[in-house]
């Protein structure tokens, strides 16, 4: 087994994330703390210390580190992070330099993907589409065996408009997918309906047993697959990964996307879709794979 | 100058067209004939002969062929080509044995997407979207540097819904991109409003003095920006090139495209729209760049 390890970090507005990880992609050690500001925006320092803390009792050869936002893998400067606080932020030299270590920068969304394309639902796969439907909905999509950053403004499937006569998204836009599949929009859906605070896993608990949670549940479904429908016809993916909190609802989740997408497929490639094989740690397994990467070495779990 | 030359084909469902084309991407010699068909399918040997007979009075080094389709770019291999009658075809290793010369085999809007993408109005971007808007519709996308294929999947962009109440496409779903902007949706539409018979070309003409013209261009328009915001939100280009048939109608087109588009966008990449640089010619032209790529050569226009 080899010594060495990585850490893998995954910056959010509320909370910094850090975790030593083997070469076989297991966490050794965690560590979560508030996400510390300063004048608004999310402070450095502290994630560096962690890094610190972490490499202090282990052979750590390099570091992943995943935020949200408009992220420039490649450049390793995040362009914007609103929950952050962060515009043109060039994070990958600030933080090596604070660090000393091999250091790489990505999107977490796309850092999920990675992982799901390298080591989980859709590994070894040329052409797939991962989407993380959480808080927010984003995708990250593998053509001809490339993983697409567009500089980092590829993959904002959440904002692909579903329903031209739907609710106004926080982006400005009427009928985005968040509006209708996001993780909060299911609550808000169903309160306004019944008046019943609900939690979009109840929600899907419901299903079939109560009209006004069936319905919130469809839309989510139909949304879903009307996006699904835009992304196979665009990118040609043989498997599609669904992830993020909402996929948490298993078959109840993936069996009717799949079955909505295929009815709405012609010519097109019809791929498999399948859950997400390493479900909210993917985001930590993909930063992980970014720092070994940045080290120069396959880690053993993609091996 | 180099005397060496390529020769580009073109293989349609009404004709083929191949040409002798220089490394400056100058056609020297144009050839066009009837498409022939056996068994419903189109025939090989006669397009072989029409390159054998341009190859016959020059340095021929490789030949680049174009078809439209589901083509598998990288295996040379046409899945599906309803006009063509070829499923599962073996193109480029079955003309290359008639042939006798290095050979590729590609999409013909890949094709006109790799010209405009290396020669053309997007010369040089590393991440540009390119669509031929005429009797279909389709994209070709370079995200990062790569231009998609997605196994030959990637692209069908005449194929997203842009408007869920509207007419059934031929591929069986309701609203796609092609039902309202491929260049037979406006004199369709025109006359179903009318009666009355006029071309695409006249119809752009008419805007802002014949009110069903003015409906019909506006609502191709509104179809083209909704499509466009899907794109930019998924793929994240510098620069959109609009190009096809319908692109001949210049800045009556592009300008309320781009304001269009620009209007729908928000945390986005704002992309330049610019009208295609090569025209009709830019499928030819990206053939003849395969067929440099095929013999190993940077055509002195690529340089």
Redesign the interface.
Same mark, same amino acid.
């Given at each position: 087994m080899d010594q060495r390890a990585v850490v893998a970090v995954d910056i959010g507005g509320t909370a910094v994330k850090a975790a030593l990880v083997s070469a076989e992609l297991v966490a050794l050690r965690e560590l979560r703390r508030p996400s510390e500001r300063a004048g608004g925006a999310v402070a450095l320092a502290p994630v560096a210390a962690m890094i610190t803390e972490l490499a202090a009792d282990a052979e750590v050869v390099g570091v992943g580190v995943v935020v949200p936002g !408009?992220v420039d893998d490649?450049a390793g400067v995040v362009r *914007?992070a609103v929950n952050l606080g962060w515009v043109d932020l060039p994070l990958r030299a600030e933080l090596a330099a604070a660090v000393g270590l091999p250091l790489r920068v990505g999107h977490d969304v796309r850092a999920g993907g990675l992982a799901e394309f390298t080591v989980g639902a859709a590994a070894g796969v *040329?052409?797939a589409f991962f989407t993380a439907i959480g808080t927010g909905i984003a995708?990250a =999509?593998k &053509?001809?065996g490339?993983l @697409? =950053?567009?500089? +980092?403004? *590829? +993959?904002?499937?959440g904002? !692909? &408009?579903v329903?031209?006569a739907g609710d106004v998204c926080g982006? +400005? %836009?009427v009928g985005c997918l968040e509006t209708l599949a996001a993780a909060p929009a299911l609550p808000r859906r169903y309160r306004a309906l019944t008046g019943v605070e609900r939690t979009a896993q109840e929600i899907a608990g419901l299903v079939g047993a109560d009209p006004a949670a069936t319905l919130v549940w469809e839309d989510a479904v139909r949304a879903l697959g %009307?996006a699904l429908?835009?992304?196979v %016809? @665009?990118? +040609?993916?043989?498997v599609v990964v669904l992830g993020g909190g909402l996929s948490e609802a298993g078959a109840a989740l993936v069996d009717p996307v799949a079955a909505d997408l295929d009815r709405?497929l012609?010519?097109?490639?019809r791929p498999r879709v399948v859950r997400a094989a390493l479900g909210q740690q993917a985001g930590r397994a993909g930063a992980a794979l970014m720092a070994w990467e940045a080290a120069g070495i396959t880690p053993a779990a993609a091996l």
């Open positions: !408009i490649a *914007a *040329a052409n995708a =999509a &053509v001809d490339h @697409l =950053a567009g500089g +980092g403004y *590829a +993959g904002e499937f904002h !692909i &408009v329903d031209q982006c +400005g %836009t %009307t429908h835009t992304a %016809t @665009l990118f +040609g993916p043989e709405r012609s010519f097109q490639r």
